[in-house]
């Protein structure tokens, strides 16, 4: 079992509509999750983390936290085609600041005009 | 607005070299990280440094990895002896209080 699963994709939604990307982990001591977005050949960009369950609202981004479903999901509102690129799940183990970051293999988004 | 920094972008090499992959994190950043990607694949860890030293490190990081922080602004990755399978993109991060750090751009190797 993969610590870190995502839905490689492709998602393709229309502009203006919403875009679910889903993440499940592996290890129920996970206390930390995170977002990431990474253009081709670019690097990972921190959309927003989420510690406790329920939903963290940043503009058009929601993230989703389940912990008894070990699940993580981020909503894009109003999607737009810059927003076409690959979104990372990534958890951390422990409640520990500076720990390592475990990533998806990440879900490849793209929004058609 | 604040950036991590890397040089080279792309660095070719032949096997069996060594090369030092260089990072200078943002000023008041704390913790600071090596990852690689190789393409098409995940972001995975390499190492962690908190405090002047290593604080994690992945079993991808043997003996043949090091790093280092040689004068409070840089931080280096060095490759002893690279393999084919070195070939990715490598990238440095830092934080301030551990969450949701930063990366830099990144430098491509390329082991031939």
């Known amino acids: 079992q993969k610590e870190v699963e995502q839905n490689s994709g492709p998602l393709s939604v229309p502009e203006g509509a919403i875009a679910s990307l889903n993440c499940t982990y592996s290890d129920r001591g996970s206390q930390s999750f995170f977002w990431y977005r990474q253009y081709s050949g670019k690097s990972p960009e921190l959309i927003m983390f989420?510690?406790?369950?329920g939903d963290k609202e940043d503009g058009r981004f929601t993230a989703q936290l389940n912990k008894a479903s070990q699940y993580v999901s981020l909503l894009i509102r109003d999607s737009q085609p810059s927003d076409s690129a690959t979104y990372l799940c990534?958890?951390?183990?422990?409640?520990?600041?500076?720990?390592?970051?475990?990533f998806g293999q990440g879900t490849e988004l793209s929004v058609k005009p | 607005e604040p950036e991590v920094t890397q040089t080279p972008s792309h660095q070719v090499t032949q096997m069996g070299q060594e090369v030092i992959l260089r990072c200078v994190p943002i000023s008041n950043h704390l913790y600071f990280y090596w990852y690689r990607q190789i393409l098409g694949q995940k972001v995975e860890f390499l190492v962690s440094?908190?405090?002047?030293?290593?604080?994690?490190k992945s079993e991808i990081f043997d003996d043949q990895f090091s790093v280092e922080r040689p004068d409070g602004s840089n931080f280096t990755l060095k490759i002893r002896s690279t393999k084919l399978e070195d070939s990715a993109m490598y990238f440095c991060a830092s934080s301030q209080t551990g969450d949701g750090y930063t990366f830099g751009s990144g430098t491509r190797l390329t082991v031939v």
């Open positions: 440094f908190y405090n002047n030293e290593i604080s994690e």
């Open positions: 989420i510690y406790s369950n």
């Open positions: 990534a958890v951390r183990r422990r409640n520990n600041q500076g720990g390592k970051l475990i």
